[in-house]
């Protein structure tokens, strides 16, 4: 019989690739011995499919600002930029 410590490293290498048969029946098998494993399968599962979220987030943030801004834009950006100083400078605001 597998121990808990296997058992998780079991766990573990089956999120990156589908374990053998004989192994996915031996963590089978301690699951219906142990409360503790299954649980924890689930919140390994768990964080990976909430960094998987995360992950699709970020890029999808990082290539709506990798987008290049158009020249007019740039302009209109310079120019609230320098009036938004000069109101700071006057006391303005």
């Keep these: 019989m597998l121990t808990c410590e296997q058992v998780a490293q079991l766990i573990s290498e089956s999120l990156d690739r589908k374990l053998p048969l004989r192994k996915r029946l031996a963590v089978?098998?301690?699951?219906?011995?142990?409360?503790?494993?299954?649980?924890?399968?689930?919140?390994?599962?768990?964080?990976?499919?909430?960094?998987?979220?995360?992950?699709?987030?970020?890029?999808?943030?990082?290539?709506?600002?990798?987008?290049?801004?158009?020249?007019?834009?740039?302009?209109r950006m310079k120019q609230a930029l320098s009036q938004a100083a000069g109101d700071m400078g006057s006391g303005e605001m």
């Design 28 to 75: 089978r098998t301690h699951y219906l011995f142990c409360k503790a494993c299954p649980q924890f399968e689930k919140q390994v599962r768990f964080m990976r499919d909430a960094l998987r979220q995360f992950q699709d987030r970020v890029e999808s943030v990082e290539s709506f600002f990798a987008t290049p801004l158009s020249s007019e834009i740039r302009e």
